[in-house]
């Protein structure tokens, strides 16, 4: 028998809100806060903004010894499962240790340690010397690794990679594991800390990020005939996982139900998408037909979109494909022109942008998107400038990664 699965808990620590409050007002008012790298000195790169967190003092949160165990990336996940957690109203008292996983996702892990070692290393005084804590805070399944730790979840514990499809991965991951009964309670989401001087020059060489140096403020405008690439982000979004029934006899708040979800491949490029969008197609399709709905039953896309100029008119194109003919009730709106890319983080964020939605009858506005390009079909209701008022009782996320990976999440209202 497999079993439903509900969502009681979510959390966020996000470029334009520390919490899910304010994450949401801005999202919901379309309120972006890309600025001028402050991190490392970026004057001489292609690209020199992005989307950095405000006002992040990780002593609010975690104690000395964990700042200093830990790299961003983990600490971001530290803080917004420590959210989720709250949210979801847990009595671990009263629970088995073992029946409560984490399954995490990060795409890139530790960049911002492994970079502060190596070239320390390269400074060559004379003595290798790496800090005893450079292998733990570098490999990417430590986030994983300290939520067990700090709450004592004893079950299904790992992490997801598949570049930016990496934490609807990980959401996948938690609702096939729950629904086949090896776990109750799942913390999921994923984390990324990716403003770092390699990471920002690798994307910036590769020409993958917006060279919009002169207006950041408008850098990110999915479907937009002027758009050039996407904007870096950073942050962590977690989300709580439970066996329905479960959720149900504790009382617990439900956000929403994980109805579907699948994965397929490109099969095509390292980096870029399918020009037809073939495998995003087929990922809908298959996630779609595991909820028992069809396209004409979603009333909100997430999309993946991230402003680049060849990955947009292929998902679009498979959308376009997917509705077919006619009148649709699908809105769609593109909140990476509010966050910017928060690589393997993008998906749970964007996950909780869509169960949010479903609660409030709300979808977010796409930012900065003044001229749809015209390869673009037009059967698309993409929503722009201001949000929205709908009765949203299904919603679904895409994410898709370098290397071919899509990922999508449908979820249904309670």
Same mark, same amino acid.
């Given at each position: 028998?497999?079993?439903?699965?509900?969502?009681?808990?979510?959390?966020?620590?996000?470029?334009?809100?520390?919490?899910?409050?304010?994450?949401?007002?801005?999202?919901?008012?379309?309120?972006?806060?890309?600025?001028?790298?402050?991190?490392?000195?970026?004057?001489?790169?292609?690209?020199?903004?992005?989307?950095?967190?405000?006002?992040?003092?990780?002593?609010?949160?975690?104690?000395?010894?964990?700042?200093?165990?830990?790299?961003?990336?983990?600490?971001?996940?530290?803080?917004?499962?420590?959210?989720?957690?709250?949210?979801?109203?847990?009595?671990?008292?009263?629970?088995?240790?073992?029946?409560?996983?984490?399954?995490?996702?990060?795409?890139?892990?530790?960049?911002?340690?492994?970079?502060?070692?190596?070239?320390?290393?390269?400074?060559?005084?004379?003595?290798?010397?790496?800090?005893?804590?450079?292998?733990?805070?570098?490999?990417?399944?430590?986030?994983?690794?300290?939520?067990?730790?700090?709450?004592?979840?004893?079950?299904?514990?790992?992490?997801?990679?598949?570049?930016?499809?990496?934490?609807?991965?990980?959401?996948?991951?938690?609702?096939?594991?729950?629904?086949?009964?090896?776990?109750?309670?799942?913390?999921?989401?994923?984390?990324?800390?990716?403003?770092?001087?390699?990471?920002?020059?690798?994307?910036?060489?590769?020409?993958?990020?917006?060279?919009?140096?002169?207006?950041? =403020?408008? &850098?990110?405008?999915?479907? *937009?005939?002027?758009?050039?690439?996407?904007?870096?982000? !950073? @942050? #962590? %979004? $977690?989300?709580?996982?439970?066996?329905?029934?479960?959720?149900?006899?504790?009382?617990?708040?439900?956000?929403?139900?994980? =109805?579907? &979800?699948?994965?397929?491949? *490109?099969?095509?490029?390292?980096?870029?998408?399918?020009? !037809? @969008? #073939? %495998? $995003?197609?087929?990922?809908?399709?298959?996630?779609?037909?595991?909820?028992?709905?069809?396209?004409?039953?979603?009333?909100?896309?997430?999309?993946?979109?991230?402003?680049?100029?060849?990955?947009?008119?292929?998902?679009?194109?498979?959308?376009?494909?997917?509705?077919?003919?006619?009148?649709?009730?699908?809105?769609?709106?593109?909140?990476?022109?509010?966050?910017?890319?928060?690589?393997?983080?993008?998906?749970?964020?964007?996950?909780?942008?869509?169960?949010?939605?479903?609660?409030?009858?709300?979808?977010?506005?796409?930012?900065?998107?003044?001229?749809?390009?015209?390869?673009?079909?037009?059967?698309?209701?993409?929503?722009?400038?201001?949000?929205?008022?709908?009765?949203?009782?299904?919603?679904?996320?895409?994410?898709?990664?370098?290397?071919?990976?899509?990922?999508?999440?449908?979820?249904?209202?309670?």
């Amino acid at each position: 028998m497999l079993h439903r699965v509900a969502v009681t808990g979510i959390g966020v620590l996000a470029p334009n809100g520390n919490n899910v409050s304010t994450f949401w007002n801005n999202i919901v008012n379309g309120v972006s806060v890309v600025g001028p790298v402050t991190r490392f000195d970026a004057s001489l790169f292609r690209t020199r903004f992005a989307n950095e967190l405000q006002n992040y003092n990780p002593s609010e949160y975690l104690d000395k010894a964990d700042i200093k165990r830990t790299d961003l990336f983990t600490q971001y996940a530290l803080i917004a499962s420590d959210a989720a957690i709250k949210d979801a109203g847990f009595d671990f008292s009263k629970m088995n240790p073992f029946d409560v996983g984490v399954i995490w996702g990060s795409g890139q892990g530790g960049m911002d340690t492994f970079e502060e070692q190596v070239t320390e290393y390269a400074k060559g005084n004379g003595q290798p010397r790496f800090s005893p804590f450079f292998v733990p805070k570098l490999i990417a399944n430590m986030a994983s690794g300290m939520i067990s730790i700090r709450h004592g979840y004893m079950g299904i514990n790992y992490t997801t990679v598949s570049a930016c499809a990496t934490s609807n991965t990980a959401i996948m991951d938690a609702f096939n594991y729950i629904r086949l009964g090896k776990a109750k309670i799942i913390v999921t989401g994923g984390s990324e800390a990716p403003i770092t001087p390699a990471s920002m020059g690798g994307f910036s060489s590769m020409k993958a990020m917006s060279a919009r140096n002169e207006d950041p =403020a408008s &850098a990110s405008r999915p479907f *937009d005939v002027e758009r050039d690439g996407f904007v870096m982000g !950073e @942050g #962590a %979004g $977690a989300l709580i996982l439970e066996e329905w029934d479960h959720a149900v006899q504790r009382g617990a708040k439900i956000y929403g139900e994980v =109805a579907g &979800a699948a994965m397929t491949a *490109d099969a095509y490029h390292m980096t870029a998408t399918h020009p !037809e @969008g #073939a %495998g $995003a197609i087929q990922a809908m399709k298959l996630a779609l037909q595991e909820a028992q709905l069809t396209i004409s039953d979603v009333h909100y896309l997430n999309p993946h979109a991230t402003s680049t100029p060849v990955g947009d008119i292929s998902e679009t194109k498979a959308i376009g494909a997917l509705l077919g003919s006619g009148s649709n009730t699908l809105n769609i709106s593109a909140t990476k022109s509010i966050t910017g890319h928060l690589l393997g983080a993008a998906g749970a964020i964007e996950a909780i942008i869509t169960l949010l939605a479903i609660r409030d009858g709300v979808i977010p506005p796409t930012i900065n998107t003044t001229v749809i390009d015209p390869e673009i079909p037009g059967n698309l209701n993409i929503v722009t400038k201001e949000a929205r008022n709908a009765n949203v009782k299904v919603a679904m996320s895409n994410t898709f990664g370098f290397g071919g990976h899509n990922g999508t999440v449908v979820f249904k209202a309670v």
